[in-house]
């Protein structure tokens, strides 16, 4: 069974910093895409960042790039997700999400196309 668990949430000052993961577990390989999502109050879930199975693509929503650095760790089965310059309007909870398909432009976008998702860590950034 495949499991995604998150971790690093917090509350955080705005302009700081935060690192999230997402270990991966119950995949028999790699050979994976992941993305992640978040979910602010009220609002759809909308996609941030995501990372082909190599960690040699990756793609990132207009309002997060610059700020945003998504990467993995196949060793530890890990995927991370670097915030910098941190908004009150980034927070939200981050979800991570592992496909199977190869995924190019808007396919990242399409939360369909995701095979298993985690169960989200909140973070807060305050003004």
């Known amino acids: 069974q495949v499991q995604l668990v998150e971790s690093g949430g917090g509350l955080v000052q705005t302009g700081g910093s935060l690192g999230l993961s997402c270990v991966v577990s119950?995949?028999?390989?790699?050979?994976?895409?992941m993305g992640w999502f978040r979910q602010a109050p009220g609002k759809e879930r909308e996609f941030v960042a995501g990372?082909?199975?190599?960690?040699?693509?990756?793609f990132y929503a207009d309002s997060v790039k610059g700020r945003f650095t998504i990467s993995r760790d196949n060793a530890k089965n890990t995927v991370y997700l670097q915030i910098d310059s941190l908004k009150p309007e980034d927070t939200a909870v981050y979800y991570c999400?592992?496909?199977?398909?190869?995924?190019?432009?808007?396919?990242?976008?399409?939360?369909?196309?995701?095979?298993?998702w985690g169960q989200g860590t909140q973070v807060t950034v305050s003004s």
């Open positions: 990372i082909n199975w190599s960690g040699g693509r990756t």
């Open positions: 119950g995949r028999t390989s790699s050979r994976y895409s």
């Open positions: 999400a592992s496909t199977s398909n190869v995924m190019y432009g808007s396919d990242w976008y399409v939360q369909t196309k995701y095979n298993y």
